[in-house]
């Protein structure tokens, strides 16, 4: 499967929504709108490729065709992988034990190269470190997250991710949606966060149960993601401080002040006396 097109359905009042979507390989669009808006529904009518017999009545396609019985309801090979907003194991094995237990339901046999992979990059989203020996029970929620994350990019056979809200999983939003984008995956996530917001190449604004708006990003929006995401590196920076007890009682206004590029480029050009 190389794309995914979304067709729009009607809006709780049952007004047409205008919406045709096609996304390839490696895309990433973000949805955004108001709490209740209905981001989550977009990725429930997503998640089981609707054929308009969802309530908002949008249809799903698969590289521009109707998915078959086989796509929409395969439980071994899902087209659709979807990273829900909480995770809690319940599971009494570790870590390794599930890659592995995961890897052998997909009719794959993961070896240990691919498990340490699988382990290295869960520990780049996350402060708290994760070791193979470790139950999956006594995982917190952002090490939860990141391992699932990891395991969606690198053994998940789905070809389409969807994720709900991601800034709330104690990870490394940025480096998430890169490593799953590098795995050629279609990524679309629920957000209300301007860095995610606009790490998309697109964005779907919701309102009242239907999208309203598809928003390009613009020049000017990928020159302001370079500041946001310096300023959402300190802030990760300052969250690792926490975990190792230091205090953050420094000039906090000077820590963050960050020069744009043209500030830089000025800079450089007044000659010095």
């Known amino acids: 499967m190389h794309s995914l097109t979304l067709l729009g359905g009607h809006d709780k009042e049952g007004y047409p929504e205008i919406l045709d979507v096609t996304l390839n390989r490696g895309d990433i669009l973000c949805i955004v709108g108001p709490t209740g808006a209905g981001k989550s ?11 308009g017999d969802t309530p908002t009545g949008r249809r799903v396609l698969l590289d521009h065709q109707i998915p078959g019985e086989g796509q929409r309801f395969s439980r071994g090979n899902p087209i659709v992988a979807q990273l829900s907003q909480s995770m809690h194991f319940i599971m009494d094995i570790s870590v390794r034990e599930f890659i592995l237990m995961h890897g052998e ?12 992979r699988i382990l290295s990059c869960a520990n780049e989203l996350t402060g708290e470190a994760i070791h193979g020996d470790m139950p999956l029970t006594q995982l917190s929620g952002g090490q939860s997250r990141s391992l699932m994350i990891a395991d969606t990019a690198l053994l998940s056979p789905s070809p389409v991710v969807l994720i709900d809200e991601l800034e709330n999983a104690g990870v490394d939003r940025q480096r998430a949606l890169e490593l799953l ?45 370079a500041f946001l995401s310096v ?16 205090l953050l009682d420094f000039d906090m206004p000077a820590y963050f002040a960050v020069e744009s590029e043209t500030d830089k480029e000025e800079k450089e050009a007044t000659p010095r006396v």
């Open 41 to 51: 529904r977009l990725l429930e009518d997503i998640g089981c490729l609707a054929q």
């Open 105 to 116: 339901s997909r009719c794959l046999e993961p070896e240990e190269p691919l498990v340490e």
């Open 181 to 225: 984008v590098g795995e050629d995956k279609i990524l679309l996530i629920s957000t209300h966060d301007p860095v995610l917001a606009l790490l998309g190449d697109r964005r779907l604004c919701i309102q009242r149960g239907a999208v309203r708006q598809i928003i390009q990003t613009t020049p000017g929006e990928r020159r302001n993601l």
């Open 231 to 246: 300023i959402n590196k300190r802030f990760l920076s300052l969250r690792e401080r926490l975990r190792e007890g230091a």
